[in-house]
């Protein structure tokens, strides 16, 4: 039997502001039972009022800050125009807990600690409203991260004649935010503040451009449905998240190898593709398996031969129940919000897909994909671009007990350590499951049961194994068993 590595202190939280977009408004949820349909619910026009309320004080803050995108860290209060003083002062006013309050936008948000994406934000105190990881510090973070909606008026997609994703995209676009904050994480870090002032950073400017709504941008939605095939994506229907997994591992690799028969050509995903599979008899009460030789073999294979370690996403598909969640997921499902590694999960109320990233207390908080806006397609040189359709102030929430039991939840290891870092958090997590893990983690394969592929077995959790010898560095498996840690 092989250990896993034991995980070290925790991550310092990550404190530094890089000037990121102040929020505008807080709203409960307004997702509807429904797919596509936009809610008519009170708190949704609550939210509407609110977010004009609080907009103009914001606006004014985005044309006077000084700070640049292209640094990291607290900025300096110098400017030449000394605007940059006045607009700290008054955000920390305008931010401050109490404001909030007195303005009834903690109708979301309660006292209790929010966990977003592996950082831990907590209710500042009147005394240190400046507090880097206050809910106005969670506030920040929400507002920078990448919201991807419905679009209307981009190119037909394939023989469709479709132009607009309305009512059916909403699982396309979740998985798109995820693997963006993924991108994100990876090219400017997890302290990444969307900027207030333009030029904006190449690397952001370059992540938007890949989710643009064309052919021409690798990540778009016609390029999904094309790689998601084989997997019942199509223009007008709705998928679950294991097929959406399935389709993000076809398109990288077919990305790969596009990029490998051009000479000095690209790859547009910089990280190494994991979609986690399980057992096919259920011993384990089918949860998928993570196994550390698999994940090395990826990172190998990504490398082109070479032993360093890449960053690599894995994505992990499951159903946690029939008709509900069982609870006794629930606290679980919770907990892979502290990992550092955090990207989510893929998923949300039965019919209508969210991109939950956050937890406080017993609510999910979601990036909602269901608003429709126009088509923008930016050109990856366009550093004055304006990008405020990508992102969005409204923090929106659901009971963690409501959700669709069908889900995937998304982590992201930059290198060899934080992979360790991650198995043994996993490990832990397994081990407080009382017999019925999310997934477990193993260290190598055992050919002692036969397993069968994942490409040919899609039963309702999308079990299959791995084969390490069969990887081929996109996830792509055959048939094996694990020793099991």
Same mark, same amino acid.
């Given at each position: 039997?092989?250990?896993?590595?034991?995980?070290?202190?925790?991550?310092?939280?990550?404190?530094?502001?890089?000037?990121?977009?102040?929020?505008?408004?807080?709203?409960?949820?307004?997702?509807?039972?429904?797919?596509?349909?936009?809610?008519?619910?009170?708190?949704?026009?609550?939210?509407?009022?609110?977010?004009?309320?609080?907009?103009?004080?914001?606006?004014?803050?985005?044309?006077?800050?000084?700070?640049?995108?292209?640094?990291?860290?607290?900025?300096?209060?110098?400017?030449?125009?000394?605007?940059?003083?006045?607009?700290?002062?008054?955000?920390?006013?305008? *931010?401050?807990?109490?404001?909030?309050?007195?303005?009834?936008?903690?109708?979301?948000?309660?006292?209790?600690?929010?966990?977003?994406?592996?950082?831990?934000?907590?209710?500042?105190?009147?005394?240190?409203?400046?507090?880097?990881?206050?809910?106005?510090?969670?506030?920040?973070?929400?507002?920078?991260?990448?919201?991807?909606?419905?679009?209307?008026? #981009?190119?037909?997609?394939?023989?469709?004649?479709?132009?607009?994703?309305?009512?059916?995209?909403?699982?396309?676009?979740?998985?798109?935010?995820?693997?963006?904050?993924?991108?994100?994480?990876?090219?400017?870090?997890?302290?990444?503040?969307?900027?207030?002032?333009?030029?904006?950073?190449?690397?952001?400017?370059?992540?938007?451009?890949?989710?643009?709504?064309?052919?021409?941008?690798?990540?778009?939605?016609?390029?999904?449905?094309?790689?998601?095939?084989?997997?019942?994506?199509?223009?007008?229907?709705?998928?679950?998240?294991?097929?959406?997994?399935?389709?993000?591992?076809?398109?990288?690799?077919?990305?790969?190898?596009?990029?490998?028969?051009?000479?000095?050509?690209?790859?547009? #995903?910089?990280?190494?593709?994991?979609?986690?599979?399980?057992?096919?008899?259920?011993?384990?009460?089918?949860?998928?398996?993570?196994?550390?030789?698999?994940?090395?073999?990826? *990172?190998?294979?990504?490398?082109?031969?070479?032993?360093?370690?890449?960053?690599?996403?894995?994505?992990?598909?499951?159903?946690?129940?029939?008709?509900?969640?069982?609870?006794?997921?629930?606290?679980?499902?919770?907990?892979?919000?502290?990992?550092?590694?955090?990207?989510?999960?893929?998923?949300?109320?039965?019919?209508?897909?969210?991109?939950?990233?956050?937890?406080?207390?017993?609510?999910?908080?979601?990036?909602?994909?269901?608003?429709?806006?126009?088509?923008?397609?930016?050109?990856?040189?366009?550093?004055?671009?304006?990008?405020?359709?990508?992102?969005?102030?409204?923090?929106?929430?659901?009971?963690?007990?409501?959700?669709?039991?069908?889900?995937?939840?998304? #982590?992201?290891?930059?290198?060899?350590?934080?992979?360790?870092?991650?198995?043994?958090?996993?490990?832990?997590?397994?081990?407080?499951?009382?017999?019925?893990?999310?997934?477990?983690?193993?260290?190598?394969?055992?050919?002692?049961?036969?397993?069968?592929?994942?490409?040919?077995?899609?039963?309702?959790?999308?079990?299959?194994?791995?084969?390490?010898?069969?990887?081929?560095?996109?996830?792509?498996?055959?048939?094996?068993?694990?020793?099991?840690?």
């Amino acid at each position: 039997m092989t250990s896993l590595p034991d995980r070290g202190a925790a991550q310092p939280s990550d404190s530094s502001f890089e000037g990121g977009e102040v929020v505008a408004a807080v709203a409960s949820s307004s997702t509807s039972e429904q797919r596509g349909e936009d809610s008519t619910s009170k708190q949704s026009k609550t939210s509407s009022i609110l977010s004009g309320v609080f907009t103009p004080p914001f606006t004014f803050f985005e044309g006077h800050n000084q700070d640049s995108p292209q640094t990291c860290g607290p900025k300096s209060p110098k400017s030449s125009s000394g605007s940059y003083g006045w607009s700290r002062i008054l955000r920390r006013i305008v *931010c401050s807990g109490s404001m909030w309050r007195l303005l009834g936008c903690n109708k979301v948000l309660t006292s209790s600690d929010v966990w977003f994406l592996g950082k831990c934000y907590k209710e500042e105190s009147s005394s240190d409203s400046d507090s880097d990881t206050g809910h106005s510090a969670f506030l920040e973070d929400f507002s920078s991260r990448i919201w991807i909606t419905y679009r209307k008026g #981009f190119d037909a997609i394939s023989d469709s004649k479709l132009t607009s994703d309305v009512n059916w995209g909403c699982m396309v676009r979740s998985s798109q935010m995820l693997v963006a904050q993924a991108l994100i994480f990876h090219h400017l870090g997890r302290s990444w503040r969307k900027p207030l002032e333009k030029p904006y950073n190449p690397e952001y400017i370059g992540v938007l451009h890949l989710f643009g709504d064309s052919e021409a941008c690798p990540f778009s939605i016609h390029n999904l449905l094309q790689a998601g095939k084989s997997y019942g994506l199509a223009a007008g229907s709705w998928v679950g998240p294991y097929a959406m997994c399935r389709a993000w591992q076809t398109l990288v690799r077919t990305n790969r190898e596009q990029a490998a028969e051009v000479e000095n050509g690209e790859e547009k #995903f910089p990280m190494a593709l994991y979609v986690v599979s399980g057992d096919e008899d259920g011993e384990r009460g089918g949860a998928p398996v993570v196994c550390i030789d698999a994940a090395a073999k990826l *990172c190998h294979d990504f490398n082109k031969g070479e032993s360093t370690w890449s960053p690599i996403l894995l994505l992990v598909p499951l159903v946690l129940g029939l008709d509900k969640i069982n609870p006794r997921y629930i606290p679980l499902l919770k907990e892979t919000f502290t990992f550092p590694q955090s990207l989510g999960i893929l998923g949300g109320k039965p019919g209508t897909s969210t991109y939950m990233a956050g937890v406080q207390d017993d609510r999910a908080l979601f990036l909602d994909p269901h608003e429709v806006q126009m088509a923008v397609n930016i050109e990856p040189d366009n550093l004055e671009a304006d990008t405020s359709s990508y992102h969005c102030s409204i923090v929106r929430d659901m009971a963690l007990d409501q959700i669709d039991p069908s889900l995937a939840i998304g #982590f992201y290891c930059r290198d060899k350590d934080e992979f360790d870092d991650f198995c043994s958090r996993a490990s832990e997590l397994a081990e407080k499951a009382n017999g019925a893990p999310l997934f477990t983690v193993v260290q190598s394969i055992q050919p002692s049961r036969q397993m069968y592929n994942q490409e040919e077995g899609c039963g309702s959790c999308g079990d299959g194994m791995v084969n390490n010898d069969d990887l081929d560095g996109s996830g792509e498996t055959g048939e094996e068993e694990w020793q099991i840690l």
